[in-house]
């Protein structure tokens, strides 16, 4: 049979299925239903702005009800405190290590005599370093740690296990250590993403599973009958990620250019179904949260999750366009590439349509500000994805730092601001203190807005340059190193200061700590200061 | 969405098609292609090149893939070689076809640079052949001597004065050695039927036959 035609029928036959079950799943597919999208609210926070990082405090509402509903959000807050600031913790460091190893690895493009003496300080191990470090470290532990905390908020349950959330923390940690440390000594699998051999990934495996088990079991002990929104892209990515990372590393199994089709599955469903969902279930939280209104169309949203979890996972191989692989590969993944455009169209539209109105709040909330930055930047990293894997653009604009640039787009415009929206709102609430000095929060959100774009727009252009001049057969091949010259040192300015951002960002969160542990001391002594007369504590319990 | 078996069952359900698009049908697809006449296999000293290669990070910057559109073409016109096909990479484990040209694409550097002392200078310090070059230099892979303590019968690398040691001479420590000889040896001038064509070829053997058969 044909190719084409056998390609094509298992298309159509495959979209026919996927709506006929995201129908299944919809109820009433064009009202305004909210009751699912207010399962997030207790009745008097809708209308009311929530921002712990601003210093807004929990509400009291009026009645038993809700104030049972806010007292068991408050419980359930506190009893995440300490998985919570471990992975805070964890995720702040390899922030910091990452931007050092970003940032040399920048500098290096430009002055390729820098340091050069020892061998764990060339550009390719530090460059590696980097996307390890920011890839399976900050990225990873930051989100993790927003799930550990957002899921007993969302599914009405305590957390249970916290110890083994801990400990699966130190062995993912323990794990990347000494992945680092290997790379940094030339033990590298030479697949990109992949880098770290599977004898050391398998820690990952394990602390990954310790971590995501308890939340795992937390969908069947919730107390809330609707699952909302969040709860679907984090509960399907706790799911994915392990298949990925254990499907990648089978020793052993995976040849040539098969081994290379596999590399662009994982390469790009790690941010698809990983690190793109979990930051979509962010939004989808924090945004209707701060600004005290549900999401306005929940059936969007229920578009959007479905689509992107079809078509995301067969996008990777836009990669190797023009590559030695089959082409019948090549055209799906184009095609998938170019459907991704519904899941984030649903997406954008639907918090557009929510955030109207409210706009205001941008200038009032440091969490929104983020969260806001965050989703514009998923739109465009999209879209611009989706528009490059074009066999036309993507001529122009693969093999060069254009793609560099995409890459940032999405790992940091949308999911690294994403993060630190989420913990500007979340420590405040886990920790029970309030950011000792919110100037540095704005400080530290104009500092990496000024370098992202300083970044993206500089190394854009010098991405198009070189690709028009590696276009050229009759240039010779140098003039497309030339030309890049003076945007990569831009960029080196641009990642300097969203350096530096991180530094204020990781000053800021240590004096949290400190200001909770004055904060602790100071309770236990108060409660020390009360014991004679346990009566009334006990009561108050 | 109220039901967690349907939210699971659907996100893996979703997960297996793209696995089964992206790894499982190219595995069967792939699995039985045979290697090139003319490719010969890695020696020893070429696969422990292949490994500094790798552990250096060199992928970073290289491509291994001369692609059918864009760059690919324009490096084809440059004379750097025919497209690369699956058969190929069919000693290569892994794969390096990279994402990125910085720096040329080196499918067929071998063939392009056979000289072992270009390599050696341009690894040392590129910058002594390519004023413009941004790639790093990689000292860490020679050794400096002044020049009684080289062994008598010891290569030592021609670098041109201004970029030399002062007083010293440079030799290679067996990385650079290997690493060279691993360049040396990425040249692809076999010529290749493409799987689909060869494919295409059968059928339209078979279907000849049996016309053949038909008219007997």
């Known amino acids: 049979m044909n190719p084409t035609a056998l390609l094509l029928a298992t298309f159509v036959l495959s979209i026919v299925g996927l709506f006929a079950f995201i129908w299944s799943l919809r109820s009433g597919l064009f009202d305004r239903e909210s009751s699912g999208a207010g399962v997030i609210f207790a009745p008097e926070e809708i209308g009311r702005y929530d921002d712990p990082a601003e210093g807004v405090t929990r509400l009291v509402p009026d009645d038993a009800r809700q104030q049972a509903e806010l007292r068991d959000r408050a419980a359930a807050d506190r009893a995440t405190a300490v998985p919570v600031f471990v992975l805070f913790t964890f995720a702040v460091v390899w922030l910091l290590v990452g931007s050092a190893a970003g940032l040399l690895s920048s500098l290096k493009l430009h002055l390729p005599d820098l340091l050069v003496e020892q061998a764990w300080l060339t550009f390719g191990r530090m460059r590696t370093i980097h996307l390890n470090a920011v890839a399976y470290g900050w990225a990873p532990l930051g989100l993790l740690g927003l799930v550990v905390w957002l899921l007993p908020r969302l599914l009405r349950t305590p ?68 699952l909302y929104v969040s709860v679907w892209y984090i509960g399907a990515a706790l799911f994915w990620f392990p298949i990925l990372y254990i499907v990648a590393n089978i020793p052993g199994l995976h ?56 078509f995301y996972g067969q996008v990777g ?19 998938q590439s170019m459907m991704m455009l519904i899941p984030v169209l649903a997406f954008s539209v639907n918090q557009h349509l929510t955030l109207k109105g409210h706009f205001a709040l941008l200038k009032r909330s440091h969490t929104l500000r983020f969260i806001v930055f965050g989703a514009m930047m998923y739109t465009v990293a999209s879209v611009q994805g989706s528009a490059h894997a074009l066999r036309s653009l993507n001529a122009l604009t693969h093999f060069t730092h254009f793609t560099v640039a995409h890459a940032h787009i999405g790992m940091y415009g949308f999911v690294s601001m994403v993060l630190f929206g989420g913990m500007y709102f979340a420590v405040p609430r886990v920790l029970d203190v309030t950011w000792p000095k919110p100037a540095l929060i704005s400080l530290h959100f104009w500092l990496v807005v000024a370098g992202f774009a300083a970044y993206i727009v500089l190394l854009s252009t010098g991405g198009v340059l070189q690709g028009l001049a590696l276009l050229d057969g009759a240039t010779p091949f140098i003039e497309s190193v030339r030309v890049t010259k003076p945007w990569l040192l831009g960029r080196s300015i641009g990642g300097g200061l969203m350096t530096l951002g991180h530094i204020v960002f990781a000053v800021h969160f240590y004096l949290a700590l400190k200001a909770a542990e004055r904060q602790r001391q100071a309770d236990v002594a108060a409660t020390s200061h009360v014991q004679p007369d346990p009566a009334p504590l006990s009561a108050a319990n | 969405m109220e039901n967690e078996i349907k939210l699971v069952g659907g996100a893996v359900l979703t997960l297996a098609l793209a696995t089964a698009a992206m790894i499982v049908v190219p595995f069967m697809q792939l699995k039985d292609v045979p290697p090139p006449a003319g490719l010969a296999p890695y020696t020893e000293q070429e696969l422990r090149g292949r490994q500094v290669y790798i552990a250096n990070g060199c992928i970073a910057c290289h491509t291994q893939q001369p692609s059918t559109i864009g760059a690919g073409r324009a490096d084809a016109v440059r004379g750097w070689g025919r497209p690369s096909v699956a058969a190929d990479y069919f000693h290569d484990r892994p794969t390096l076809l990279g994402t990125m040209r910085t720096g040329p694409d080196l499918f067929n550097v071998g063939d392009r640079i056979p000289s072992e002392d270009w ?98």
């Open chain 1, 255 to 310: 040849f040539g250019v098969e081994q290379a089709t596999m590399n662009w599955w994982y390469g790009h469903n790690v941010l698809g179904l990983f690190y793109t969902p979990i930051s979509i279930a962010c939004v989808y939280y924090f945004l209707p949260k701060v600004i005290g209104r549900p999401v306005q169309s929940y059936n969007l949203s229920l578009l959007g999750f479905w689509t992107l979890a079809f």
């Open chain 1, 159 to 226: 957390l249970r296990y916290p110890r083994l959330i801990i400990a699966g923390a130190f062995i993912w940690n323990a794990g990347l250590v000494a992945g680092l440390v290997g790379l940094a000594n030339g033990l590298n699998t030479g697949m990109e993403w992949l880098e770290i051999p599977w004898y050391i990934g398998t820690l990952f495996a394990v602390g990954g599973m310790m971590i995501g088990l308890p939340m795992a079991f937390m969908l069947r002990r919730r107390t809330v009958h609707h």
């Open chain 2, 119 to 216: 390599h050696h200078v341009h690894l040392y310090q590129p910058r002594a052949y390519v004023p413009d070059s941004t790639m790093p230099a990689y000292p860490f892979l020679y050794e400096t001597m002044v020049a009684v303590e080289v062994p008598p019968g010891q290569y030592t690398v021609p670098i041109p004065d201004a970029h030399a040691p002062r007083g010293r001479k440079v030799v290679p420590t067996r990385d650079a050695e290997d690493l060279v000889a691993y360049l040396k040896a990425m040249t692809r001038q076999y010529d290749v039927a493409e799987p689909l064509d060869a494919a295409a070829a059968k059928a339209l053997a078979s279907e000849l036959r049996g016309r053949t058969r038909q008219e007997d």
């Open chain 1, 317 to 335: 191989a836009h990669h190797l366009i023009g590559g030695p692989i089959p082409e019948w590969l090549v055209t799906l993944s184009i095609v």
